[in-house]
Every structure is written in C-alpha cells, then in structure tokens.
C-alpha cells in the first residue's frame, strides 16, 4: 500500500470517528427526546410518592418533555428498584432511591436483585428528613422523653412500638434509641407506614419514630416528644431534638435520584443541574418544609459518596436490629 493510500485511509478512519463523536455529542445535546420514567418503588400516596410528584412536573418543563412518575411498589422497595438496575442506560429511566432501598436493604435480603453501588448512577439527592418520636394515647400519662425513658428502664414491658416493617428505617431509628437509652420496648411492625400510624393515634401501640408524623401532632392525635435533627425543625420547633434532651442521637431518612449505570454523565449532568435549580425555587422549598422535608442538592458525587458512607453506618444499625437474613 503507498503512502498516500495508507495517508488517505486514515483520514477516512478519523472522518468517521469524528462523525460518530459529533452525532453523540448531538444525541446528548437532545436529550430527552421522549417522556422520562421515573419510577417510585412503593405504592402512590407515601412520602416517596408525594416527593417525586412534586418535582416531576417542574423537572418536566425543564426537561422539555413530560417525567412520568411509575409506581414498582413490592418487597420493600426491591422490585422498583430492581427493574430500574435492568433499565437501558439511555437516560429514560430514573429512580426514587431512598433509605431502605439503597442503605439498608443490602443488609437485610440475602438475595438482593440490584447492588445499590454498583447497578446505578447517582444523579443528586433530593432530601434529609428528621424523624419525631410521637406517643398516642395509650401513653397520655408520659411528660416528656425523659419520663418515658424512666417509666421504660422502670418496667421493661412498658413500651412498645410502630414501624413500617423490620428493617425500615423506622424499626432501625427506634433501636438505635433504645440502644442509646437502655430501655426495653417490644417492636410490632406493620405493613407500611400508614397502618403504623393509624394503630399509634388508636392506641393500640405506644410509640413510633418516623418522619410522617407532622400533620397527626398538628391535629392532636399524636404528640411529639423529640427530633432526631442535629437541631430543631421549622415544622415542628417547639419540639426539643433528642441532643437537647441527653440522648446523643443524630438520625435521618432521605431520598435521591438515580439512574442506570452507565448512563451518559452528560444526561446525569443535566438532570442534576435541573433538579438543583427546582430544588432552590421558595416555592418547592416551602411545601417540603411544611411537611417536615429537608431539600438537600449538591453533585453527583456528593450523592455518591454520601450512599456509600449510609451504606456503612446502616449496616452497623441493621445488625444491631437483629434484622438482617431476609
């Protein structure tokens, strides 16, 4: 082959390459170009629910295209999450991550269908919520956390406990309370937290930690004996932290955003860059203080590295449960 032959092939191979480069770049450029599914991993009406509603239709008009919110409820969360791990990386799929689907759930199934760190992409995390520690009525004698805490040490079958089910985020919390505490209270768990509460305001357990207690305490049903912040809360700030109070305890739920692994940075770019702007907006901002939900934002990587430090802190606390083997 001469010279300018071999000369004129690699021109040829780099044309080509350049074209391809340019029709990608193109292609993230447009992105999206159809409706966006963002699935919910638990059944409509829960806070999972309520969050990724509220952002899908701002995020849809930035985007330029509509974000469909899918409920994938099943197996605490598995079975959303799973079908997402599956999902084309090609940016039209997206994942409420939260909690128990990406920090606790690898410790408590023996045969999880995804790996949190591994099957997906952080795109940014959406929130950081305080939980309460709310008493019903079967508790109307209590004055405060540290009554409670010494009616408890007092009589070990004094107090028992909602929670959305072993190895929630709400069984974890409330542990980790008795754990930092030394109390004994019995653990009855329920099939979500709607049932949790309904059984709390009707007196059939005495106690629940949680982060879906604010409209209950508002209407009397419930009454908050402290927060798991580092501080006190905007929706409830009568309410002492648990800090406040002699009980060194720093717990909080969230929620994220993912996608695919794989999925093109510059797409995950994107939505970060969109879903970071909403989250500023007063308006957004105000309707998620109401219900007790810290707006976080930041990177990619800051979402990243923040799964990865919960994935140990929660391992600790789940086999502190005993929750662990699914």
Same mark, same amino acid.
């Given at each position: ?5 071999? =000369?004129? &092939?690699?021109? $040829? ?8 480069? !340019? /029709?990608?770049?193109? #292609? +993230? ?119 409670? =805490?010494? &009616?408890?040490? $007092? ?8 929670? !959305? /089910?072993?190895?929630? #985020? +709400? ?139 919960? #994935? ?15």
């Amino acid at each position: 082959m001469t010279r300018i032959s071999n =000369i004129t &092939r690699r021109m $040829a191979i780099l044309a080509t390459g350049a074209a391809l480069l !340019a /029709g990608a770049a193109q #292609a +993230q450029g447009d992105w999206p170009q159809s409706p966006v599914k963002l699935i919910v991993p638990y059944p409509p009406g829960g806070n999972t629910d309520l969050i990724a509603r509220t952002l899908a239709e701002p995020l849809s008009a930035e985007l330029g295209q509509p974000v469909v919110v899918e409920n994938r409820a099943g197996a605490g969360g598995t079975v959303g999450v799973g079908e997402a791990s599956r999902a084309a990386a090609d940016g039209y799929t997206l994942v409420v991550g939260d909690i128990a689907t990406m920090g606790i759930n690898p410790h408590v199934y023996d045969n999880l269908v995804y790996d949190p760190l591994g099957d997906f992409a952080p795109v940014i995390q959406v929130t950081s919520i305080p939980l309460v520690l709310g008493i019903g009525p079967r508790l109307e004698e209590v004055t405060d956390l540290s009554d409670l =805490i010494a &009616r408890a040490k $007092a009589d070990p079958e004094y107090l028992d406990y909602a929670s !959305a /089910g072993v190895g929630t #985020a +709400q069984h974890l919390a409330f542990e980790y309370f008795r754990s930092l505490t030394g109390i004994e209270a019995l653990h009855i768990p329920y099939k979500g937290s709607a049932p949790a509460r309904t059984a709390l305001m009707a007196g059939e357990v005495g106690a629940m930690i949680d982060g879906t207690l604010v409209p209950m305490i508002r209407d009397g049903s419930i009454r908050a004996l402290a927060v798991t912040a580092g501080e006190r809360v905007p929706a409830l700030p009568d309410v002492p932290t648990m800090k406040e109070q002699g009980v060194d305890m720093v717990y909080t739920s969230w929620h994220g955003i993912l996608a695919p692994a794989g999925t093109d940075p510059a797409i995950i770019g994107k939505v970060n860059a969109a879903l970071d702007e909403i989250m500023a907006r007063p308006e957004i901002a105000e309707r998620f203080t109401s219900l007790n939900i810290g707006l976080v934002g930041g990177s990619p990587e800051d979402f990243g590295a923040f799964v990865t430090e919960q #994935a140990k802190v929660l391992g600790d606390l789940v086999e502190l449960s005993g929750a662990a083997g699914k």
